[in-house]
């Protein structure tokens, strides 16, 4: 059980294009999502938490404007990458906590995003 | 916010050797703390994790991990490695109210046949 699974795995876009990733909880409700940004070589960054039906809150320095989160159901939330730059190319990651609270969180496979 | 430090980012070994990967915290209240493990091409999932109680805390696979509170530590252990343990290894810590999960920078460990 508690299986998250985000879509696209891999996606290229061009300059100044839009992505939207998805994070999907398949067998169980999620009130809270979380989306993290890898570079390479490094830790995963926490750049927002997802609530169901309310405002992402966002960490100091990410761009809400740029990265905007909807979580508009408790199985699904989305992250759309705006007017992408090459320097937005990274490894996202949702994960997943389930209603009533968990003591750890699932993780999405993950989406490679390209901007060329 | 919670600052977690991994001090080895790339660690090779043999078989049957043992293995200790290093992890330190930031912060002084009380955490949750936990290591991941991410395969090659799959998601992170859950070696163990401590919330309270005995700070020696056994997960899968023959991993363990123990807590010293006056040192903002816990380091992963493994007696004796195998191949299939090669992957990278993520130590992560929330606060007492499960939220956020902060991520260490990773050690990637290779385990020679």
């Known amino acids: 059980g508690a299986v998250v699974s985000q879509h696209p795995s891999r996606v290229i876009c061009k300059s100044g294009t839009s992505v939207k990733i998805e994070c999907r909880s398949l067998d169980f409700q999620a009130t809270t999502m979380f989306w993290y940004r890898q570079f390479p070589k490094q830790s995963l960054m926490l750049m927002a938490t997802?609530?169901?039906?309310?405002?992402?809150?966002?960490e100091q320095g990410v761009e809400k404007d740029k990265f905007l989160i909807n979580h508009a159901s408790l199985t699904l939330s989305t992250l759309t990458v705006t007017s992408a730059h090459p320097e937005d190319s990274s490894f996202y990651i949702c994960s997943a906590q389930r209603v009533g609270g968990d003591t750890e969180a699932f993780f999405g496979q993950g989406t490679r995003l390209t901007v060329v | 916010a919670q600052s977690v430090s991994q001090h080895n980012h790339h660690v090779i070994l043999s078989e049957a050797a043992s293995l200790e990967l290093g992890c330190n915290y930031s912060y002084g209240g009380t955490v949750n703390l936990f290591w991941y493990v991410q395969y090659p091409g799959q998601h992170l999932q859950l070696l163990l994790k401590?919330?309270?109680?005995?700070?020696l805390v056994k997960g899968i696979k023959g991993f363990e991990a123990e807590f010293i509170k006056s040192k903002f530590s816990f380091n992963l252990r493994k007696p004796s490695v195998q191949w299939s343990d090669t992957a990278e290894y993520f130590c992560a810590v929330t606060e007492y109210n499960f939220n956020k999960f902060y991520f260490g920078s990773g050690t990637k460990l290779n385990v020679k046949p």
């Open positions: 997802s609530n169901e039906g309310s405002k992402a809150t966002y």
């Open positions: 401590y919330f309270s109680g005995d700070p």
